[in-house]
Nanobody
Framework: QVQLVESGGGSVQTGGSLRLSCAASGYTYSSYCMVWFRQAPGKGREGVAAIYTGGGSTYYADSAKGRFTISQDNAKNTVFLQMNSLKPEDSGMYYC??????????????????WGQGTQVTVSS
């Protein structure tokens, strides 16, 4: 059973930075698609960035390109999301999710079996 634990959320002002971490355990396969989703109050769950742990390919939502960077530390089974130039619209609960197959349609949250508990990000203007 894969378990995911997020950390690193917090409150920052517009233009600030945060680094989220997702520590994974219980892996039984060598490669997973790991995705950061976010959900603001009253809105749907949105895919922000993804990484394929088998080869390191990365994928970003248009809203994240140029500001966010997803990366991994294979030795620690941890995926990171570095968020720079944060905006109030980036606020929400950020979730780490994983699935065994590749990252095609990575933005579709329905397709993910494993989820963390979430970490809150609040960006004030």
């Amino acid at each position: 059973q894969v378990q995911l634990v997020e950390s690193g959320g917090g409150s920052v002002q517009t233009g600030g930075s945060l680094r989220l971490s997702c520590a994974a355990s219980g892996y039984t396969y060598s490669s997973y698609c790991m995705v950061w989703f976010r959900q603001a109050p009253g809105k749907g769950r949105e895919g922000v960035a993804a990484i394929y742990t088998g080869g390191g390919s990365t994928y970003y939502a248009d809203s994240a390109k140029g500001r966010f960077t997803i990366s991994q530390d294979n030795a620690k089974n941890t995926v990171f999301l570095q968020m720079n130039s944060l905006k109030p619209e980036d606020s929400g609960m950020y979730y780490c999710a994983a699935r065994r197959r590749g990252c095609a349609t990575w933005w579709d949250y329905i397709d993910f079996l494993y989820w963390g508990q979430g970490t809150q990000v609040t960006v004030s203007s």
